[in-house]
């Protein structure tokens, strides 16, 4: 499985796009990036997810090059209610067997006013 | 829609004492996981079933046993419980034919302290 590295921690400001980068340069073939978001005390909770190019929803987007080496995170316009811990998380979507799915240590972002 | 539910929320044993950390999921999903988060740090994968009847160990499976009772529920036992057993430990589920397919859907953790 790809291992992933994220920065620890990050520190933005309300109204900014807060980036957050992930490098998995084992990534295989059929994996699939995801991010997850956890606030203290809650089990994480699905953003985003992709697997090359861009990817965008009503919370997030997810820009991924073509090498797929790494990927990144964009939360535009953040808010207070951002301030949580992100984590990567590379899988492939189609394994029959199942997946031994492991957790980087995340990116714990703080947003301040 | 419960989606995962875990029980007990907290619970607070004796070095030496065991206990099941049982989960359900109402989603019909294939595969189910537990994980453990301690203070400040990042999740660690301790088993996880595939599919109903099939169990597999993670990163940290020494300590713990589980059982994949039916396909909605997922155990968690821990047979002599130690304080670096102490921790947060989270159920999740995920949909498929028997494998990852995007989402994962946790529970809201039970949190276990060792004595």
């Known amino acids: 499985l790809a291992k992933t590295t994220q920065p620890i921690s990050m520190d933005s400001y309300e109204g900014q796009e807060v980036n957050i980068t992930c490098s998995h340069n084992n990534i295989a073939t059929n994996d699939y990036i995801t991010w997850y978001q956890q606030f203290p005390s809650q089990g994480p909770r699905f953003i985003i997810q992709?697997?090359?190019t861009k990817v965008t929803n009503e919370v997030a987007s997810l820009f991924i090059p073509a090498d797929r080496k790494s990927s990144t995170l964009s939360l535009p316009r953040v808010s207070l209610s951002d301030t949580a811990v992100y984590y990567c998380l590379v899988g492939d979507r189609g394994k029959a067997a199942g997946n031994k799915l492991t957790f980087g240590g995340g990116t714990r972002v703080l947003v301040k006013p | 829609n419960a989606g995962v539910t875990q029980t007990p929320k907290f619970q607070v044993l004796k070095t030496g004492q065991s206990m099941t950390l049982q989960c359900a999921q109402d989603?019909?999903?294939?595969?189910m996981y537990w994980y453990r988060q301690d203070p400040g740090m990042g999740l660690r994968l301790i088993y996880y079933?595939?599919?109903?009847?099939?169990?597999d160990k993670g990163e940290v499976p020494n300590g713990y046993n589980v059982s994949r009772l039916n396909k909605r529920e997922f155990s968690l036992r821990l047979e002599s419980a130690a304080p670096s057993q102490t921790s947060v430990y989270f159920c999740?589920?995920?949909?498929?034919?028997?494998?990852?397919?995007?989402?994962?859907?946790f529970g809201e953790g039970s949190r276990l302290t060792v004595l």
């Open positions: 079933s595939a599919s109903e009847g099939t169990t």
């Open positions: 989603m019909n999903h294939n595969s």
């Open positions: 992709g697997y090359k």
């Open positions: 999740a589920s995920s949909a498929g034919t028997g494998g990852y397919t995007g989402e994962l859907f």
